[in-house]
């Protein structure tokens, strides 16, 4: 367990360290194309355009990477403070101090953050805009002298280290070593960590003084993971074998160096052809001079050559590295591949691949098993979902609606994946515990969506289902019966209940609101609050439409005391996983009691207009009209 969260925490600081660069990545591609076309090495020589290259990288970068730091922690008045603490360590140094940036960024934002924590209803009414203002000034410039008085100098001197010691390993041909930590953490999602928090500040750097730095090929380099795909495509089996090309293209052109993780996943000692593989490029850039001019994100062989300095050595130099370290690789993967016993579950490897990212993965799901035909005589639809108390019950409500209006007769219901039933023909998951439910019932057609509350796929399995189907009045009969058996608990939704006009910096804040929210209310006991986060975290708990219901996990059920819903209003939104979420209903679910309430709630909010009109009610009452009035 110790180690889980270890290991939890590491992707965690390595994903925030690399969420204060990806989204600035434009202003850093920005700056390598004016670098490579315009120094006097440049494809086109101009001494004046020239000028902008030192401003952008000591200046600009620093500034976007420190007000992206501190909007993290605390949105737009974390990013102005740490803006300004950023400056000071900009000035304090003649270096880039895209390292300085996040220290100081994340630093300002969360010194603002605890600040308007610790006056938050204590500022008269009329004097809010001058708390505010003058706050982020005077905290702003005091951290900005910190900055320059101190953490500039321990970082110029904690820079200077590093270069010395990449200089040092370069001297004694030791470089290559470091694919040894590198290919490895690629797969644990450190990859963006490692290359934009510490690779490409001292290749700026090395950038800045030698025109180039080979430090911006050593994660970038496409070589091995193209290697390990392309002995898949000749010694692989099954599934892996016939997705391997594919993969190809899109890790080699697209740069996506995600897609070939779940392969490394089936036959971890694949791990070894890429260590290998990453090792003989770098000493093949070492050998012939190689090197980028420009930081190339994604890590497309496209990307790679448009950072490459303009002259054939380069060139020749760049393209060898990567060809080298995809020969290699693919001959040690060969090798262990048709040595080895090797699973073909590709699509369980992509389902431990996104755990281990700790969110959803954008390439997870090309290793979905393919479906067949809807099969003929339908007469049991089944949505599932991890508890089957949420998302599934808005699913099966929205769906069912749909059925009765296309005059089909035809079961529609929700449950756990722990629970679906052998007898369940159609199945319908959220993407990510698709390949779950294709192991506890395999014969059944299944359909991931990604959107519970307005997914095309609704619509699309209709029309497929109107020519063709069946089912017995017996099965009928005792739906119906359920669902008119099902208590009526509209005094499951309370106006006490009801928050609006909230402000959440996380889905977790948000969600632990949520939680706590259902305690106070006799509805749950604290553990489930845990079992929320949980939730959330092995599966996103965003529906579509921007509307959030976080529940607990299945264990968690004996944590319910009795049914019982939260909603909250959150009109500027907050992040879950990406998809901003304006509305958020908190769910406990006891006995089925909480379903007739919840499919109101789903048809309600299938409905933009409504989502709208929701999120800009005035008061608990209004809200709750808008919800029971469907």
């Known amino acids: 367990m110790a180690q889980s969260n270890i290991k939890v925490a590491v992707q965690k600081f390595g994903n925030f360290l690399s969420s204060m660069v990806m989204p600035n990545i434009g202003a850093f591609i920005a700056w390598g194309l004016i670098t490579a076309l315009f120094i006097p090495t440049g494809f086109f020589p101009n001494e004046s355009l020239a000028k902008l290259v030192d401003p952008m990288v000591k200046y600009l970068l620093p500034l976007l990477i420190g007000y992206t730091g501190g909007k993290l922690v605390h949105d737009q008045r974390g990013g102005v403070v740490g803006a300004i603490a950023t400056m000071g360590v900009i000035v304090g140094s003649d270096i880039p101090m895209f390292l300085g940036a996040m220290i100081m960024g994340p630093l300002g934002g969360y010194i603002i953050k605890k600040f308007d924590q610790f006056i938050e209803g204590k ?19 005091i951290l900005a002298i910190l900055a320059f008085l101190g953490v500039s100098p321990a970082v110029d001197g904690f820079t200077g280290a590093l270069v010395v010691g990449v200089d040092w390993m370069v001297a004694h041909g030791l470089l290559p070593l470091t694919s040894i930590l590198i290919e490895p953490a690629k797969i644990l999602f450190l990859n963006n960590a490692i290359n934009h928090g510490i690779l490409s500040p001292i290749g700026a750097e090395q950038i800045r003084t030698n025109g180039q730095s080979i430090l911006l090929l050593l994660e970038t380099n496409p070589g091995p993971g193209l290697g390990i795909l392309l002995a898949y495509c000749f010694f692989g089996k099954g599934t892996a074998k016939q997705s391997a090309p594919g993969a190809a293209i899109i890790h080699f052109i697209g740069g996506i160096h995600e897609i070939y993780f779940p392969y490394v996943l089936m036959r971890p000692l694949l791990i070894i052809a890429a260590i290998l593989g990453g090792m003989s490029g770098v000493f093949t850039f070492v050998l012939l001079g190689g090197g980028l001019q420009a930081v190339a994100s994604p890590g497309s062989i496209l990307a790679i050559l448009a950072a490459t300095p303009g002259n054939a050595g380069s060139y020749v130099a760049n393209i060898s590295g990567v060809l080298v370290a995809a020969v290699v690789s693919f001959i040690v993967g060969s090798l262990i591949l048709k040595t080895g016993k090797q699973s073909e ?9 996104q755990e281990m990212k700790g969110k959803k993965s954008s390439v997870a799901g090309s290793f979905t098993k393919q479906q067949g035909e809807v099969p003929a005589s339908v007469q049991k639809i089944v949505f599932a979902c991890d508890a089957g108390m949420g998302s599934s019950a808005m699913g099966a409500s929205l769906l069912r609606k749909k059925v009765k209006q296309a005059d089909l007769n035809i079961s529609v219901t929700n449950t756990a994946i722990s629970n679906i039933p052998s007898d369940a023909q159609i199945v319908i998951t959220q993407e ?12 059944a057609y299944h359909i991931s969506v990604d959107n519970f509350l307005s997914s095309p796929e609704y619509d699309k399995l209709i029309d497929q289902l109107k020519n063709d189907h069946t089912t017995s009045k017996a099965e009928e009969e005792k739906r119906v019966s359920a669902e008119n058996n099902t208590d009526s608990n509209d005094g499951l939704l309370k106006e006490e209940n009801v928050f609006l006009n909230q402000h959440f910096s996380s889905k977790e804040e948000a969600i632990r609101f949520a939680g706590s929210v259902l305690v106070k209310g006799g509805y749950v006991e604290e553990n489930y609050v845990e079992a929320m986060i949980d939730r959330d975290n092995m599966t996103s708990t965003y529906m579509g439409n921007d509307v959030a219901i976080p529940h607990g996990t299945e264990e968690a059920k004996k944590n319910v005391l009795r049914s019982g819903f939260t909603v909250i209003q959150v009109p500027e939104g907050v992040d879950f996983d990406g998809e901003k979420v304006r509305l958020i209903f908190g769910i406990a679910g006891k006995d089925g009691t909480h379903l007739e309430i919840l499919s109101g709630i789903a048809i309600t909010c299938s409905d933009m207009d409504n989502i709208e009109k929701m999120v800009h009610a005035k008061s608990a009452k209004e809200l709750m009209a808008i919800i029971q009035s469907n």
Do not use: C, W
């Not at 008269?124 to 000034?137: C, D, H, Q, R, Y």
């Not at 579950?345 to 691949?353: F, N, P, Q, S």
């Open 432 to 443: 990510e515990l698709t390949p779950r439910a294709q192991n506890k019932v395999p014969d």
């Open 123 to 141: 500022v008269k009414t009329g004097f809010e805009m001058l708390i505010n203002n003058f706050s982020a000034g005077i905290l702003g410039g």
């Open 345 to 353: 579950e590709l699509d369980e490897a992509a389902r431990k691949m």
